[in-house]
């Protein structure tokens, strides 16, 4: 930079060539027009650079020079530091009106969600209580994945897949007896009986990705979904990711061409092209884990 002193040495230049322009006007009658032109050019250049000028100046050294030479207001160079620290003020309104306005516009979303499309209270306890009963049963505890979906299931006895994860949970803990009748109630609840077992081989299919031993009970029901009825989707979308998980990968690239031709649910056939073309990129390695994991049931 050229340094406090340069730069006020500077404007002391605006002062002297202002008050030139008009005298010598007046006493030799010529027309400076043009020379006043360059001058206001350089005035909206000195403007549009007040921040670098003060920087280089001082704010402390131009207010001492102002005391110095007592301009008038139109003399405005002279007041360079009161323009940029008002802009900064301005520039700090304005983006603190933009943050108010903002946080305002999220405040009545918020409010929008929570009146009209929020679940209920209800639903979003036993939402809470299915996430972590999933973690629960990817670190192995299925004693508390169970207490989780127990109560997810107090709160909707009619869900079909909470009924299917206590059922599946009741068993690998040796607790037959109680899961029968859970077992029961979502094959009552269930649309077919394709449905029933589908959903109940992804369940399985789910647990055995966290590693229980589950692999061969869903793909017991995964034929069996498939047999109820060969033209579910979701039967053959179940029978692909048993398939998938047992490293069988051309069979279930084959089982979720299927299950996408056959879905009419959108959710089901992009997840069934997605976990499609996710093998058809990789060589069959033989026994593998799923590419898409867990949350890659419907």
Request: proline share 5%; net charge negative.
């Amino acid at each position: 930079g050229i340094g406090p002193q340069a730069t006020l040495e500077m404007l002391r230049r605006f002062d002297a060539v202002e008050e030139a322009i008009p005298r010598l006007e007046a006493e030799y009658g010529v027309d400076l027009k043009p020379e006043r032109t360059r001058l206001e050019t350089a005035e909206n250049m000195l403007r549009s650079r007040a921040s670098m000028v003060v920087r280089e100046a001082g704010p402390e050294n131009i207010a001492a020079a102002r005391d110095e030479v007592r301009p008038s207001e139109d003399e405005w160079w002279w007041f360079l530091d009161r323009l940029v620290a008002e802009r900064r003020r301005e520039t700090i309104r304005r983006w603190s009106m933009r943050g108010a306005i903002a946080l305002g516009v999220l405040l009545l979303v918020g409010v929008a969600y929570q009146l009209f499309l929020a679940p209920p209270k209800a639903q979003q306890a036993a939402s809470e209580h299915i996430s972590n009963g999933e973690l629960d049963i990817q670190r192995g505890d299925l004693q508390a994945a169970l207490t989780e979906y127990e109560a997810a299931l107090q709160i909707n006895p009619n869900d079909v897949e909470n009924q299917l994860y206590v059922a599946a949970l009741l068993q690998q803990l040796g607790r037959t007896d109680e899961a029968a009748p859970h077992f029961a109630t979502a094959q009552r609840l269930s649309p077919s009986a394709a449905d029933y077992h589908a959903s109940l081989s992804l369940v399985y299919y789910k647990m055995a990705v966290s590693g229980a031993n589950t692999v061969n009970l869903a793909e017991a029901e995964a034929n069996a979904a498939v047999k109820a009825d060969d033209k579910s989707a979701m039967a053959h979308f179940a029978l692909a990711s048993v398939y998938e998980l047992q490293g069988k990968v051309p069979e279930a690239i084959q089982e979720f061409e299927t299950a996408s031709n056959l879905s009419k649910d959108p959710r089901l056939t992009v997840l069934a092209r997605m976990r499609m073309g996710m093998l058809m990129q990789r060589p069959d390695q033989g026994v593998g884990m799923p590419s898409s994991g867990v949350g890659g049931a419907p």
